[in-house]
């Protein structure tokens, strides 16, 4: 019989294998011990690496169920390569992500962090936490995929005014600046970019350094790694940024964020923009029902999914 195996985290295993009884379910932590050989569909969450070592451990693999939105921890090419089909949901954590970018910025405007970095340190700098309604800034979002539009969503009811960088690909209707006036006229930026070659580290010194006259907060909620890190983190503690918060933080990235002796209005959370309780209750219900379609014979598990 051909198998599906759940990592932790990324679906409720026990909820799968009341809804398909006659379906052999295996759970694992992780991808780092052997997998069950007879694994035909992987149901796996952000920040595991599924590339072609990993699946050469997966024979016979021929669904990927990505119970989330990010990809670019997955080899795509090497999953087409191999017929494997990838199945993910890239809408269900998005209203949950702009609820995120809004507590960011608000607690980033208030310099909340700040103050509460300073008392961990053992210093009390009320008059270093003098901050701003949102109302009076202006926020640029870049990036149109469901996590910028539900940024904007989120944030547009409290800020001063919200635009996205023009960009083609953008839905229609949307209200726009070029990415130059972007820089010029946003105190918030929002970065819900994709990760692709273009956009790696895409906001580092040359973006800062456009962006410095205005002091902005600066809020990720797309992937980390379209940031230089560290170059945001120094443009933090000098000045150059009022505030930085960092969501799709992985435990890999820590060693790039402890060790200040400074207090700096920063705000980092472990990838928890869409850990809300009734987006896991969602995603559990879309991962079953896609079970049931592609283990519903052997045929399908064999020759590939439908979509």
Do not use: Y
């Not at 690496?49 to 016979?60: F, T």
């Not at 693999?61 to 090497?78: E, P, Q, Y």
């Not at 995929?145 to 944030?155: C, I, S, T, Y």
């Not at 600046?177 to 895409?202: C, D, N, Y």
Request: proline share 7%.
């Amino acid at each position: 019989m051909s198998a599906v195996l759940v990592l932790h985290g990324a679906a409720d295993a026990s909820a799968i294998r009341h809804a398909l009884p006659d379906v052999l379910v295996h759970e694992l932590p992780d991808l780092d011990s052997p997998p069950p050989a007879d694994t035909a569909v992987l149901v796996l969450r952000s920040g595991v690496r599924l590339r072609e070592r990993e699946l050469d451990a997966l024979p016979h693999l021929r669904h990927v169920v990505r119970t989330g939105s990010g990809i670019n921890h997955i080899d795509v090419n090497a999953l087409r390569h191999r017929g494997i089909t990838l199945h993910r949901n890239a809408e269900a954590g998005a209203d949950a992500v702009g609820e995120w970018v809004l507590a960011a910025a608000l607690s980033l405007a208030r310099r909340i962090p700040l103050g509460q970095h300073a008392l961990l340190l053992g210093r009390h700098e009320k008059q270093a936490c003098m901050g701003a309604t949102l109302g009076s800034l202006a926020a640029g979002i870049w990036g149109a995929g469901p996590v910028g539009l539900a940024a904007d969503w989120a944030l547009a009811p409290f800020m001063g005014g919200t635009a996205f960088a023009a960009w083609p690909s953008n839905p229609p209707g949307l209200r726009e600046l070029s990415p130059t006036a972007l820089v010029e006229h946003s105190q918030v930026h929002v970065i819900a970019l994709p990760l692709r070659r273009t956009t790696e580290q895409l906001i580092g010194e040359d973006f800062l350094a456009r962006v410095a006259p205005q002091r902005p907060l600066l809020i990720c909620a797309g992937r980390l790694e379209t940031l230089d890190v560290a170059a945001c983190l120094r443009a933090l503690a000098d000045g150059r940024l009022s505030g930085l918060a960092l969501d799709p933080v992985e435990r890999e990235h820590l060693p790039l964020l402890t060790g200040s002796a400074t207090p700096l209005n920063l705000l980092a959370s472990p990838h928890i923009g869409a850990q809300r309780s009734d987006v896991r209750g969602a995603l559990d219900i879309w991962a079953i029902d896609l079970l049931r379609e592609i283990t519903a014979d052997d045929k399908i598990l064999i020759e590939g999914g439908h979509r």
